[in-house]
């Protein structure tokens, strides 16, 4: 079984054997090129110790010495080189309390997660595969290496790596591996939110993101986002749904991550609409109401799923900009312009112009994710408002302060006060104008401060 290998790493890889040491690429890398899969990295890992690989190479980093890794840099690219190693015992479910290095490769192989993640390969003398990874590639299998109970103990966000490699891969966990993770769920508790956030972020952004429903069943959501688990088991008994809210929440991420390569929308902007839609239904479960005829309804979820979705990313760790964007396209994912030319100039002045492509993209989200019922309508209907609102910017019509006639300095100099009164005067403007955009003139609008206001002058 043969790997290209990229031009660097074999540098590295024969370097290391000239000098008389083992040395492998290892890990994900191995699994992704067997895949046929582009790796994102390539790690190596190698019988030199950390010194010795440092006296090889002329630009190296120190960004792990304590675990026996080295960052060889060749031009501006990076590659780890790890030394074999044992792990000690680890007391913290997290990392071991201390490593010690080996000149076995099969020992370093032991101590990793997967089986479809233990393999080597170099050019010399090929895969090296003691746990038959490739095989559970075949299969389709994500398994333990040696005893799963262990492996997860020793880590336990091995656990919510196993679903997230089951969501990219489309691969089943198998039946050992599966009851370990249900028998240690609750050990999660012990892993850093960061942690979490990463892996969380790697399954919704997978092509099969309805693998959370598998984390539900075996425990794990219940640990890192329990309000997923409310939403499973929330129904949705509503013409325009078919799905509960959980369920329906996941089937608009699938149908984001089509939206998203349509529009060809960057990696982070990718991301953080998946999130969106993962948790834009998120307060449904402490808002419904049932009617009269059994049908449930969701009044006010919108504005408090903002406030949960705040406190679910903060607690995830979420950069500040994720943090607002998301919450502020879930406060007005329901928000329509019901099809007139000012109230979408309004719509614009509210939500911001800026955000409203990305609003569309929720909105046509959330309906391709409902039932059939009138969802013809519905799309005819954001087609309308997406035609709209090209048309104001086409016709560079003001929607904000910023591209209104007049500002604070124009008032000042015609003879208005300087103070809070300037702000509410200029909002009285830009409503005459989202009203008449026509009346976006500096003559007009004057007259009208000095008409409406003229008390502020004396």
Known sequence: MQIQLPEKVSYILERLHKSGYEAYAVGGCVRDALLGREPEDWDITTSAKPEEVKVLFSRTLDTGLQHGTVTVMLDKEGFEVTTYRIDGEYTDG??????????????????RDFTINAMAYNETEGLVDAFDGAGDLKRGIIQ???????????????????????????????????EAIEALAGNLEQISAERIRVELDKLLCSKHPERLLLAKELGVTKVVLPEFDAMVETAQVHPHHMYDVGRH?????????????REAVDKKMYAMLSWTMLLHDVAKPDCVTIDAEGITHFHGHAQKGKEMVKAILRRLRFDNCTLHFVTHLIEYHD????GQKKNMRKMM??????????LFMVQEADFMAQSMYKREEKRKQLQACQSLYGEILS?????????????GSTLIAN???KG???????EFLLQLVLEQPECNEEEYLLAQAKKHFSAYME
């Open 94 to 111: 997290r990392h071991p309390k201390e490593v010690a290095f080996t000149s076995d490769l099969l020992e370093d192989l032991k101590r």
């Open 144 to 178: 333990c290496v040696g005893n799963a109970l262990e492996r997860f103990q020793e880590d336990a966000l091995r656990i919510l790596r196993a679903v997230r490699f089951a969501a990219q891969l489309d691969f089943q966990i198998e039946t050992k591996t599966r």
């Open 249 to 261: 929440c996941l089937m608009s991420v699938a149908q984001m991550h089509e939206i998203a390569e």
């Open 335 to 338: 928000y329509r312009c019901n």
């Open 349 to 358: 002045n509210k939500i911001g112009e800026d955000y409203m492509p990305f």
């Open 395 to 407: 016709d560079k019509e003001c929607v904000s302060l910023k591209t209104l006639a007049v500002n």
């Open 415 to 417: 003879g208005f006060p």
């Open 420 to 426: 809070k009164e300037i702000g509410e005067i200029l």
